[in-house]
């Protein structure tokens, strides 16, 4: 089993910017591809991004596209969502969560739907 812990949540003003963390521990060999997702009070949850484990090749939500990158640590365990530019529009519970079979075009497009395993969230508020 694989267990994830966001972090890196928090208050910011519209334009600014959060760097989300998310460690992965476990068994995680059979990983194929890590999604961060995010859910706003009253609305599905919806897919943000998404990174490959074997050739780092990314994928985005188009609103998102340009604002937001993806990366990962290998030596920390760690995959990253890098957050420019905030929207109000952008607040929500955002999740780390890993996919044992499919590419990322179906990670993030599914919404998350049928991931292997999540973390707890971590919340966003984007607000002046």
């Known amino acids: 089993q694989v267990q994830l812990v966001e972090s890196g949540g928090g208050l910011v003003q519209p334009g600014g910017s959060l760097r989300l963390s998310c460690v992965v521990s476990g068994f995680t060999s059979d990983i194929v591809a890590i999604g961060w997702f995010r859910q706003a009070p009253g609305k599905e949850r919806e897919g943000v991004s998404c990174?490959?484990?074997?050739?780092?090749?990314?994928y985005y939500a188009d609103s998102v596209k340009g604002r937001f990158t993806i990366s990962r640590d290998n030596t920390k365990n760690t995959v990253y969502l890098q957050m420019n530019d905030l929207k109000p529009e952008d607040t929500a519970v955002y999740y780390c969560a890993t996919d044992e079979l499919r590419i990322c075009l179906l990670v993030v497009t599914t919404g998350g739907a049928g991931m292997d395993d999540w973390g707890k969230g971590t919340l966003v508020t984007v607000s002046s």
């Open positions: 990174i490959s484990m074997s050739d780092d090749s990314t």
